[in-house]
């Protein structure tokens, strides 16, 4: 679990948009739906680098998620 007040300072690197915590996936997500980038969040600690982000429009990477 994040803490609350993390993430109200957190926004997405790219677009400085407002993100929102998938606890389910371990995931940040950007709210922005151009953007829309997933940042993991390791060991409780959000990794917010536009490197370590999951694109869910890339190819392959929406993949991914279906089960």
Sequence with gaps: MLDK???EI?????CKQPVKYLAD?????????DCGLRYPVRD????MLIDEAEDP???GEASSDKS
């Design 5 to 7: 007040e993390l993430l």
């Design 10 to 14: 957190l926004a997405c690197p790219k």
């Design 25 to 33: 996936q371990e995931r940040i997500v950007c709210t922005n739906p």
């Design 44 to 47: 409780g600690i959000p990794i």
């Design 57 to 59: 429009k890339a190819p």
